[in-house]
Every structure is written in structure tokens, then in C-alpha cells.
């Protein structure tokens, strides 16, 4: 049984940091592929960033050179820096594993 556990939401005023956090079991982590998605209200979710088994990643355009995805695969866990936090990057974030598995999700809130 494959669970992602999210953690590492909550409200921080804009330029703040956060630092989102998804453990993994029930799947070999080491080889899996990762990525974090977002949903704003109203809107689609939205892919946020990939880190491949290798540590190769990808980024959406709006959150280059803002967002870093990192994974440790001693700890089964893949994490989400954000910083220079935007009202627009209000979303609940969701941790996905080979595109097949999503976590419970974490609110991330950025108050102007």
C-alpha cells in the first residue's frame, strides 16, 4: 500500500519561506520518480516541479529560480523549498509519486 504523507504547509506572509516535506512508503523510492503539483482555488492542478531517481529536475516556468525540489532516498522523502513566497503561489500542494500516487495534500497560504 503506497502512502505519501505531506507536511510543511501553512500561512507565511509574502517573501517568506517554506519548506514542504512528503515521505514515501510502500514503493522503492530510491527509483522513483517525484513531483510536487498545486491547486489554486478555481483553478486546475497544476505541475510544480519533478526530481527524476537520479536527481534530475524540472521546474514549472512560474516558480524557476524560486522553488528547489530535493529528495533524500535514506529517508524516503522528497522536499519543496519555496522562497520569495507570492499571494499567487496560494495552493494546496500535493506530493506525487510515478505519476500514479498523490498524497492528502498541505495548504500553503501567503498573506500580502
Known amino acids: 500500500q503506497v502512502q505519501l504523507v505531506e507536511s510543511g504547509g501553512g500561512l507565511v506572509q509574502a517573501g517568506g519561506s517554506l519548506r514542504l516535506s512528503c515521505r514515501a512508503s510502500?514503493?522503492?523510492?530510491?527509483?522513483?520518480?517525484m513531483g510536487w503539483y498545486r491547486q489554486a482555488p478555481g483553478k486546475q492542478r497544476e505541475l510544480v516541479a519533478t526530481?527524476?531517481?537520479?536527481?534530475?529536475?524540472t521546474y514549472a516556468d512560474s516558480v524557476k529560480g524560486q522553488f528547489t525540489i530535493s529528495r533524500d532516498n535514506a529517508k524516503n522523502t522528497v522536499y519543496l523549498q519555496m522562497n520569495s513566497l507570492k499571494p499567487e503561489d496560494t495552493a494546496v500542494y500535493y506530493c506525487?509519486?510515478?505519476?500514479?500516487?498523490w498524497g492528502q495534500g498541505t495548504q500553503v497560504t501567503v498573506s500580502s
Open positions: 510502500g514503493i522503492i523510492f530510491s527509483i522513483s520518480l
Open positions: 526530481i527524476t531517481s537520479g536527481g534530475t529536475t
Open positions: 506525487n509519486a510515478k505519476n500514479l500516487w
